[in-house]
């Protein structure tokens, strides 16, 4: 077990209005079924589709998780539509917590259900804390992934100095404030790697309480020129992924 107490469980029962939530999807997994929404923007996607990983699922970590739901909703501000889907064993999802062995494989069955879906479109991954390590585990092992987004990654709850460095590129978004994942761990791994992320740091807590607000603007800033250069794709609501 993780050295997290009760007061680090993730909270997922108090999102804001769901106005992104776009339909309930069932994706056949390798463990059995895993359970998923989408989230759709009003106007036309930009090539991308962003799948989107929840924290811990031994903690508390669902689709429903409050910075989960920001990454989504910032995405189809972008004009990309997203997918959150519980891992196994979590919510509707069968089976059961594998250590992020199982859940990668969760995750990259998804990704192909997506590739399957929306042919020819890149795919963004993102994941928050345990989401940000099976991202990170995912990245290399799938070729349609143009961007990685990562979200207080547990680099000292979880061996990342493994793992090759994603090719692909990375924005790794921590807070100064996370008393789970210590920025200056974070600092250390990223310091020792050969390829750098673009980092956003912000005077956030593990659970950017207070600062969901922020995290939402300071990605709409950083990667908003670089959406607007991509090629726009079909309108989502006539490119359904479900």
């Known amino acids: 077990m ?11 029962g108090e999102l804001a209005s769901p106005e992104c939530v776009g339909e309930r999807v069932v994706i056949p997994g390798p463990a059995g079924v895993l359970e998923g929404v989408t989230a759709c923007p009003d106007k036309e996607t930009r090539g991308a589709v962003a799948v989107i990983l929840h924290p811990h699922p031994l903690y508390g970590g669902t689709l429903n998780n409050k910075v989960v739901y920001y990454l989504s ?5 972008l004009g990309i539509p997203s997918l959150r889907f519980n891992f196994r064993g979590v919510g509707g999802s069968t089976g059961v917590y594998d250590d992020g062995r199982g859940e990668t494989e969760d995750c990259l069955a998804v990704l192909d259900w997506v590739q399957e879906r929306r042919p020819g479109f890149d795919i963004w991954l993102a994941g928050f804390s345990f989401g940000a390590y099976v991202a990170y585990r995912s990245v290399h092992r799938h070729p349609r992934i143009s961007r990685l987004l990562t979200v207080a ?3 000292n709850l979880f061996d990342f100095t493994v793992l090759p460095a994603p090719s692909c590129p990375w924005t790794l978004i921590q807070g100064e404030l996370d008393e789970l994942v210590p920025a200056a761990s974070v600092e250390n791994w990223v310091d020792t790697l050969p390829v ?5 740091l912000l005077p956030a807590d593990h659970f950017f309480h207070g600062q969901l607000n ?3 603007g300071a ?3 950083s990667l908003s020129e670089e959406v607007s250069e991509m090629g726009v794709g079909s309108p989502c609501r ?3 992924l479900s």
Not at 2 to 12: M, N, T, W
Not at 196 to 200: D, E
């Open 2 to 12: 993780l050295p997290i107490d009760r007061s680090h469980l993730y909270d997922g």
């Open 73 to 77: 909703k910032t995405c189809n501000q």
């Open 153 to 155: 990654p547990p680099v």
């Open 196 to 200: 750098q992320p673009r980092q956003i």
């Open 214 to 216: 922020a995290l939402q």
């Open 219 to 221: 990605l709409l800033a």
């Open 238 to 240: 006539e490119s359904s």
